[in-house]
């Protein structure tokens, strides 16, 4: 994946931050051309990354919660 406003050099690098209970926590460093780009590129990187887990079969966990509703009826 080439992001037109990432910058090649310095190398864009990805690590891997910490095992969590429903994830794994990455960081990526990307260089824009302009700090203008910013947000352009977060929106850019965040699809391509989608895609290719999709691409590749992975599935993104999301936490199940358990809800529990009670109905309390108040006397007037």
Do not use: C, W, Y
């Amino acid at each position: 994946m080439v992001i037109p406003l990432v910058l090649q050099k310095p190398e864009p690098q990805v690590s891997l931050l910490d095992f969590g209970e429903n994830s794994l926590t990455f960081t990526v460093f990307a260089f824009a051309k302009q700090l203008s780009d910013r947000l352009t590129i977060i929106h850019e990187l965040h699809i391509d990354i989608e895609k290719s887990l999709r691409e590749q079969g992975i599935t993104i966990p999301v936490p199940q919660r358990d809800i529990h509703i009670r109905s309390h009826v108040q006397k007037p």
